[in-house]
């Protein structure tokens, strides 16, 4: 879950719960079979989702770990290149031609313009994909009861 070598809040809230239950357990190891048990939960608010402003964080863990299966992630990248495509190539037809014009008397701020195009697109792509993953998430997190986790 580590994206441009920046960890993600959720990957780093994951690392400290497991550093918190490994602290715990250590406390623990002391007492006999009649040890404490601890009934962990946690909630995350302002999650920025329109239908999800809040979620159980444990629910959340488990059901990101099933959507971050690469193959499924360049499926959708494929379709929504694809969709990506066919909407900016109708939109360039509209001005077949008067690249090459434009290009004769304004030289490299055509080369600019396509590669702002260029990466304006590639940002729709990434954005419809980011979407449509958390809606996923969001969906199956509306479904599920709350996580508990033993200590």
Do not use: C
Not at 46 to 74: C, M, N, Q, W
Not at 100 to 108: M, P, V
Not at 129 to 143: F, G, K, P, S, T
């Amino acid at each position: 879950m580590i994206r441009g070598g920046a960890m993600t809040r959720l990957e780093g809230f994951r690392r400290a719960l497991e550093a918190t239950i490994s602290g715990i357990s250590k406390d623990l190891q002391g007492y006999a079979d009649d040890r404490p048990r601890f009934d962990v939960f946690a909630y995350g608010f302002g999650l920025r989702h329109r239908t999800v402003g809040y979620a159980d964080l444990f629910s959340l863990i488990k059901i990101g770990g099933d959507f971050a299966d690469p193959e499924e992630i360049e499926r959708l990248k494929r379709k929504h290149t694809e969709d990506v495509r066919r909407q900016y190539e109708a939109k360039a037809s509209q001005y077949s031609g008067i690249g090459e014009i434009a290009r004769q008397y304004l030289g490299s701020y055509v080369d600019q313009i396509e590669r702002n195009y260029r990466k304006q697109a590639e940002d729709e792509v990434k954005n419809r994909v980011l979407a449509e993953i958390v809606d996923r998430v969001a969906a199956r997190l509306r479904e599920r009861l709350a996580t508990r986790l033993w200590i």
